[in-house]
Every structure is written in C-alpha cells, then in structure tokens.
C-alpha cells in the first residue's frame, strides 16, 4: 500500500511564503507525473501544479508565477514552493500522482489571513 505524508502547511499573512512537502513510498515514483491539488471549505478538490518524471511542469493559472513544483526522484520527494500567497489560496494540500491513483493522504493545511 502506497503512502503519501504531506507537510509544511501553516498560516500566514497575504504576500507570505511557504514551501510544502511530499513524501511518498512507491517504488516506481520516478516514473509518474505527480501533482499537487487542493481543497477549499465547501469547493471540489482542484489541481494546481503537475511535473513529469523528467522535471517539465504546469500549472493552474491562478498560481502560474507565485508557485513552483519540484522533485527529488532518489528521495520520492515532491515539493510546492508558494510566493506572494493569497487569501484565496486557503484550502487543504495534497499530493498524488496526476491520475489520482494514490490513496489521499491527509494533506497540509494553507491558511492565508491577515
């Protein structure tokens, strides 16, 4: 059974940063597009960033030049480094393969308040 352990959410002022985590425990993890998505109070879950095995990446457009995916292949690692953050980019984090295969983890909360 794949684990997915995301981390580095908290809560911070408009224009603040943060930089999330995910660790995951499949073996095959350099060979899949990975993505963050996130979940606002009341709205469906939504995909944010996506990066290939090789490193190219897309985004949504609310967050194209604030956010950046990345990865570390050897540490199955998955990153989102978060600028100039907005109100509305409240919501619960979480990672998994683009496809959604994954069992969800339990996510990092990102709270953006002044």
């Known amino acids: 059974q794949v684990q997915v352990v995301e981390s580095g959410g908290g809560s911070v002022q408009p224009g603040g940063t943060l930089r999330l985590s995910c660790a995951a425990s499949?073996?095959?993890?350099?060979?899949?597009?990975m993505a963050w998505y996130r979940q606002a109070p009341g709205k469906q879950r939504e995909l944010v960033a996506t990066i290939g095995g090789g490193g190219g990446a897309n985004y949504v457009d609310s967050v194209k030049g604030r956010f950046t995916i990345s990865r570390e292949n050897a540490r199955k690692m998955v990153y989102l480094q978060m600028n100039s953050l907005k109100p509305d980019d409240t919501a619960v984090y979480y990672c998994?393969?683009?496809?959604?295969?994954?069992?969800w983890g339990q996510g990092t909360q990102v709270t953006v308040s002044s």
């Open positions: 499949d073996r095959f993890f350099s060979t899949y597009t």
């Open positions: 998994n393969r683009v496809d959604g295969e994954w069992p």
